[in-house]
């Protein structure tokens, strides 16, 4: 299983309503350095539907400015249909959101 394979194993498992950070999926996927891979791998998500890209943010919880799928705003009005509450300039609290798997 390659890189991004495994990276997309796990964005697959994050739950609705939850939010992981770049970092957190990388670690989970195998290797602690691969947070910028894990940017790459869902740029380029080959099947969005299944593979919930919208649900990972950066470290402080910010939306990417460059979702690959319709933009920030897309990425927020799809976290906030599952209930995750994003302020007006694209942040979400870790606190209360992130997956704890």
């Given at each position: 299983?390659?890189?991004?394979?495994?990276?997309?194993?796990?964005?697959?498992?994050?739950?609705?309503?939850?939010?992981?950070?770049?970092?957190?999926?990388?670690?989970?996927?195998?290797?602690?350095?691969?947070a910028r891979v894990?940017?790459?791998?869902?740029?380029?998500?080959?099947?969005?539907?299944?593979?919930?890209?919208?649900?990972?943010?950066?470290?402080?919880?910010?939306?990417?400015?460059?979702?690959a799928f319709g933009?920030?705003?897309?990425?927020?009005?799809?976290?906030?249909l599952e209930g995750?509450?994003?302020?007006?300039?694209?942040?979400?609290?870790?606190?209360?959101?992130?997956?704890?798997?």
């Amino acid at each position: 299983m390659n890189s991004f394979e495994k990276i997309y194993e796990v964005v697959r498992k994050i739950p609705a309503g939850r939010v992981a950070t770049y970092g957190q999926v990388a670690l989970l996927a195998g290797n602690p350095h691969w947070a910028r891979v894990v940017g790459y791998a869902l740029h380029v998500n080959p099947d969005p539907e299944h593979i919930p890209c919208f649900r990972v943010v950066n470290r402080q919880g910010r939306v990417s400015p460059a979702f690959a799928f319709g933009g920030e705003n897309r990425q927020i009005e799809l976290l906030r249909l599952e209930g995750v509450e994003v302020s007006d300039d694209g942040y979400v609290d870790l606190k209360k959101y992130i997956w704890q798997p």
